[in-house]
């Protein structure tokens, strides 16, 4: 295949980012680099729709998990035990190869006087997920929004998926499933709250 030589003009948006534009020619550059022809009918519209498709499936840099935890509530009748979340789906891409990441996340907390809102927890998944990612990152950074909005007594994080990293090219192991978590406060000071947290998960 002859060597690909291309340039492209450096527009940008308010954001900083390429414009529509360059994203497009460099989906089109992609297709060429694959073997296919970018000009063939049925790819004619492809480097529009993935350039749409990826501001969808990346749109988590443009929100801020701050923004949709500030709101909490008080009235909780003195509730101070182990608030759950579990078997969150997510849909997320590993920043290595950008393939996807698909799974689940289960995220609990011990509340200090205040709760979140239940909906609140499962799109700080969303949040995190709609970005290029690895697995450890993500875990730790849903588990640090929530402690440092929130100020719970504990944060508890577990995350279960499968990498197409692995399934798709390298080893290519299908079904094989990756488990981080990460604890804060007395889920990693108190042994007997992580064991419980984990009981819930599975129960």
Known sequence: MDAIVTSFPRIEDETGRPSQK?????????LRWAGDDPEREGLI??????????RELFSGYDLAAEDVLGRTFEEVAGYDDMVLVKDIPFFSHCEHHMVPI???AHVAYLPNGRVLGLSKIARVVEIFGRRLQTQETMT???AKSIDETL???????????EHMCMAMRGIQKQ?????????TGAFKIEPAE???FMTMIRS
């Open 22 to 30: 360059e994203a497009e020619d460099a989906v089109r550059v992609l």
């Open 45 to 54: 519209d492809t480097p529009k729709r993935v350039a749409k498709a990826y």
């Open 102 to 104: 698909i799974g689940k």
């Open 140 to 142: 730790a950074q849903i």
């Open 151 to 161: 100020n719970p007594r504990g944060v508890a994080v577990m995350i279960e998926a």
């Open 175 to 183: 079904g094989s499933t990756t488990l981080t978590t990460t604890f």
């Open 194 to 196: 992580q064991v419980r």
